[in-house]
């Protein structure tokens, strides 16, 4: 069933979109990101404009963290307090990227930035994640099961301006929290994703926090970092698809649910590892594109009509 | 060599004046409308030539039609290898090239028109696109223009349909042309080319109006008039239906 996108201006296969919201909602379930860093790709490949596709993702994620934070609101492991932290860094480093993407885009380079920005960070963060991920296990084979405590003291927390997290159980300065949300909120308007992917590592490794809080958490301030983000493109781009949009969060919204259900059987190490594995195959694909010479060297920018 | 002078100047003559050869043609629908579940929309153009004496033994007639979609500015840009990754380096901005672009014809395009009157008319398709100057600092500008051409053909954006058109008894013609399904809105300027002896000889102009319709033209005056209401209706219908999501399984669960 073809339908058509009044902004986007292009003509699409309902079902295609709604299978690829799908796909990325069962991986958002699973492994607990927005799933936004594979959707923006499978959004240009099959013929999305760039700044369309950026722009309806994040009313997407919007969908997808609401629904996601509502369970975990339920269960009690969202840290409002630090949400709030997170988010306040958040908002400036929305409206930073922005300007960024701006600046960036009279030059010419915005698919540049855009897949550096994907090869840098997907890259480090895959693998981190797979290594440590390998040596838990190989550490939890060892002990015969137990898994090593995490260490408690981390370096931030000899900074100033410190703050009690009831519920994370965390005393720490409000530095880092909000450098956290400032580099997350400029991803995010820059990568037209949530910012999960690199929030979650970031919560647990650099801010100590609980990981049974860590989701919840960065779901809640995602909700307005990518709010704010909507309106920005809504309002200064002209860039959101509300019918792809819809289509998008249909189906991400059903897969979300399934890949919840897959997550609860797996380990949480063999998650991890998954996650990992997926991440670096993304970089690793969009580090070729970079490297290899491609087959159409010219490429067509419209200015605004 | 008189002849050779004259033969022209009277087929010019004749062009200017009430043609001795007049085209008279339909379309089978002049306005398009993008709906929903739009998904291209096949035009046919069909007409006759209109004529008070009998048909001319010179050069044999042909017939060109051209649909143009509206024209807009386009900057190409051009990858090359910088310190081992392909980066976009050199731009050229093209100053008008229509949206879409179709020419059919009665034969191939060289046989039945003149670069002078492709110049005059601006029919064929490296014609139809307005390319003034490339910055200096790049040789090769017509490179670019050749660049966009063969990608917008590649999507059936531009298309170059020799032999499309037929003619009968040199006086009934028809073809048809098939407008992809990611148009964009505007009015397509139709023409209509007789042609003899590589001349244009009569010419005949007609719009089609493209435009969206019902609710893809809610949304899209919605989306540039207000804008800031239309990103809040989409916040709240994401959050509606991220809240509706998980109320439906919650229910479905217990």
């Known amino acids: 069933m073809q339908i058509y996108?009044?902004?986007?201006?292009?003509?699409v296969n309902a079902f295609l979109i709604l299978g690829l919201g799908g796909l990325v909602g069962v991986l958002s379930g699973m492994f607990g990101v927005g799933g936004g860093f594979l959707l923006t790709p499978l959004l240009f490949f099959i013929g999305i404009p760039p700044a369309v596709a950026v722009g309806t993702q994040s009313t997407q994620i919007v969908a997808s963290s609401v629904s996601g934070v509502m369970a975990h609101l339920k269960r009690k492991t969202v840290d409002l307090r630090m949400g709030l932290v997170l988010l306040s860094g958040g908002l400036v480093g929305s409206a930073l990227g922005v300007q960024v993407f701006a600046l960036m885009r009279t030059l010419g380079q915005v698919d540049l930035l855009v897949t550096l920005f994907y090869v840098v960070f997907l890259g480090i963060i895959g693998g981190l994640m797979f290594f440590e991920s390998l040596s838990s296990?190989?550490?939890?084979?060892?002990?015969?099961?137990?898994?090593?405590?995490?260490?408690?003291?981390?370096?931030?927390?000899?900074?100033?301006?410190?703050?009690?997290?009831r519920t994370s159980g965390l005393y720490i300065s409000v530095i880092p929290p909000i450098l956290v949300g400032l580099l997350v909120g400029i991803l995010a308007a820059i990568m037209g994703v949530g910012g999960g992917f690199i929030m979650l590592p970031a919560m647990i490794y650099i801010l100590g926090m609980p990981t049974k809080v860590v989701v919840g958490t960065s779901l809640f301030q995602i909700i307005f970092v990518a709010g704010f983000t909507t309106l920005m493109h809504a309002t200064t781009n002209?860039?959101?698809?509300?019918?792809?949009?819809?289509?998008?969060?249909?189906?991400?919204?059903?897969?979300?649910?399934?890949?919840?259900?897959?997550?609860?059987?797996?380990?949480?190490?063999?998650?991890?590892?998954?996650?990992?594995?997926?991440?670096?195959a993304v970089c690793f694909k969009l580090l070729l594109d970079l490297l290899i010479q491609p087959n159409e060297l010219y490429s067509i920018a419209s200015a605004a009509p | 060599m008189m002849r050779m002078v004259l033969i022209p100047l009277l087929l010019c003559l004749s062009a200017l004046s009430a043609a001795a050869e007049q085209v008279v043609a339909?379309?089978?629908?002049?306005?398009?409308?993008?709906?929903?579940?739009?998904?291209?929309?096949?035009?046919?153009?069909?007409?006759?030539?209109?004529?008070e004496s009998p048909v001319p033994d010179a050069a044999e007639l042909d017939v060109i039609v051209t649909i143009e979609g509206p024209k807009r500015q386009v900057t190409v840009r051009r990858k090359s290898r910088v310190a081992g990754i392909w980066i976009n380096t050199d731009a050229v901005e093209v100053d008008a090239a229509p949206s879409f672009y179709a020419v059919a014809t009665t034969d191939p395009l060289g046989d039945v028109l003149s670069s002078t009157e492709d110049l005059r008319h601006s029919i064929s398709i490296p014609r139809a696109i307005r390319s003034v100057g490339a910055p200096a600092t790049i040789a090769d500008s017509e490179t670019f223009t050749e660049a966009l051409i063969r990608i917008r053909e590649k999507d059936d954006l531009y298309q170059l349909l020799e032999g499309a058109i037929t003619l009968r008894e040199q006086t009934l013609f028809n073809t048809s042309v098939a407008l992809p399904a990611n148009l964009t809105e505007g009015n397509y300027r139709v023409r209509i080319f007789l042609t003899r002896d590589r001349g244009?000889?009569?010419?005949?102009?007609?719009?089609?109006?493209?435009?969206k319709a019902g609710l893809e033209r809610w949304?899209?005056?919605?989306?540039?008039?207000?804008?800031?209401?239309?990103?809040?209706?989409?916040?709240?219908?994401?959050?509606?239906?991220?809240?509706?999501?998980?109320?439906?399984?919650?229910?479905?669960?217990?």
Do not use: C
């Open chain 1, 5 to 11: 996108l009044p902004i986007a201006e292009v003509s």
């Open chain 2, 219 to 254: 949304l899209f005056s919605l989306a540039h008039e207000q804008p800031l209401i239309y990103g809040l209706l989409s916040l709240v219908i994401a959050v509606g239906a991220g809240w509706a999501a998980s109320a439906v399984f919650r229910i479905l669960r217990s």
């Open chain 2, 26 to 51: 339909g379309l089978s629908q002049n306005r398009v409308s993008i709906t929903t579940n739009f998904d291209g929309s096949e035009i046919l153009i069909f007409g006759a030539v209109k004529r």
């Open chain 1, 137 to 165: 296990m190989r550490k939890a084979r060892r002990r015969g099961g137990v898994v090593a405590p995490r260490k408690k003291h981390l370096w931030v927390h000899t900074w100033p301006l410190k703050m009690k997290f």
């Open chain 1, 238 to 280: 002209y860039s959101v698809d509300l019918p792809l949009a819809i289509l998008l969060l249909v189906g991400s919204v059903i897969g979300a649910q399934l890949g919840t259900r897959i997550g609860v059987r797996m380990k949480a190490e063999q998650i991890r590892i998954a996650l990992a594995v997926l991440v670096l």
């Open chain 2, 200 to 211: 244009v000889i009569d010419a005949y102009e007609t719009v089609i109006g493209v435009r």
